[in-house]
């Protein structure tokens, strides 16, 4: 009954159903059912056993099988052969959850629940991976938007005004006047999405250590690919949860200009320092949206975008960023300073 109740839900999808037997009773089970069907097609030895003689000689208890007429059927029952019979002729669909599983030790157990149950790995992982995947769907879900039945990132009305945007800070650039339109309903919608992005599964995960990579030859950690994309993608949410609204309110009053909105198709001259931060939110949201496809991806089992990934420099501003970066240190100078005698 209890394993009635047990497929029962199987059959509502409830549960995962796995049935073991003992080796040895599966053994006997197929030694009692060949001779069960040599007595009974042997017509030599009508004469000298009977019905009654052939069914006591099929069920003699054993050292492990004291009612064998119960345990087959039950096994029969498990396997679901009636079911399998009437599957094999075609006229009804094969059965589930009627696969049993031989076990000579309890090693046999444990490789069987980890091939169904994906057992396999550390399950402190597993359970970092999954909240960093839906954690990571959650974040995108902030960042992208419905469209003619697809998505598409929020950064798709600020990135027409993001290509003309040209020069040093002290330069202007040129926009259609649609452009700037646009650039403004970004700045309505998605100028403050870094307050409503979450990253404590984010944290966990850096800090747990799980991600690390490992080298054998030298018995040392060090941080890889998908650990660096996860540093990155820390470092950009903070960044836009940091973003003052102060900036974003000075922008869309620029932005609100009556003679803008009444000339979209007119060119417009506006000075780059008023607008350096508006696309800068632009590159940091692409550059989380990237990296969120490329560690889902990873976590997946697929981490060759990793490698790929093309994020915005820290500034919009080519010049500044490139003066940036030759002034940072590398990680490769940290490392031979911190080697140096």
């Avoid at 019979?85 to 696969?99: C, D, I, L, R």
């Avoid at 692409?286 to 990793?306: F, P, Q, T, Y």
Wanted: with cysteine; aromatic share 8%; charged share 25%.
């Amino acid at each position: 009954m209890e394993y009635r109740h047990a497929y029962e839900r199987f059959k509502q999808g409830n549960l995962k159903l796995l049935v073991f037997v003992r080796k040895e009773i599966w053994d006997i089970r197929e030694d009692r059912l060949a001779l069960k069907k040599f007595l009974e097609d042997e017509t030599a030895l009508d004469k000298e056993l009977s019905p009654k003689d052939k069914t006591k000689l099929v069920g003699h208890p054993s050292k492990f099988l004291n009612d064998a007429d119960f345990v087959i059927g039950f096994l029969q029952e498990v396997g679901r052969i009636a079911e399998m019979k009437q599957a094999m002729k075609g006229t009804a669909g094969f059965p589930g959850g009627n696969w049993i599983y031989q076990f000579a030790s309890f090693r046999d157990i444990v490789d069987a629940c980890r091939t169904v149950l994906d057992l396999s790995g550390n399950l402190r992982q597993k359970a970092l991976r999954t909240n960093l995947k839906h954690e990571i769907e959650s974040i995108l879900s902030e960042l992208l938007e419905p469209t003619d039945g697809a998505v598409r990132p929020v950064t798709h009305w600020s990135s027409f005004a993001r290509k003309c945007f040209l020069g040093s800070l002290d330069d202007e650039s040129s926009y259609k006047g649609n452009y700037l339109v646009w650039l403004g309903m970004f700045l309505l919608t998605g100028g403050n999405v870094g307050k409503r992005l979450k990253s404590t599964a984010l944290q966990e995960a850096i800090t747990s250590g799980e991600f690390l990579d490992f080298h054998k030859a030298t018995g040392t950690h060090t941080v890889g690919l998908l650990q660096q994309a996860l540093l990155e993608l820390d470092g950009q949410i903070e960044w836009l949860c940091n973003t003052s609204s102060d900036v974003f309110d000075m922008t869309m009053k620029l932005l609100k200009n009556e003679r803008i909105k009444k000339n979209q198709q007119d060119m417009f001259s506006m000075p780059n320092h008023a607008l350096v931060m508006p696309f800068a939110v632009h590159d940091m949201i692409e550059n989380v949206i990237s990296l969120c496809r490329a560690i889902h991806l990873a976590l997946e089992g697929d981490a060759s975008e990793l490698a790929n990934v093309k994020l915005h420099p820290s500034s919009p501003i080519h010049d500044e960023s490139e003066q940036i970066q030759r002034e940072k240190v590398s990680l490769d100078e940290v490392r031979n300073w911190l080697n140096s005698d």
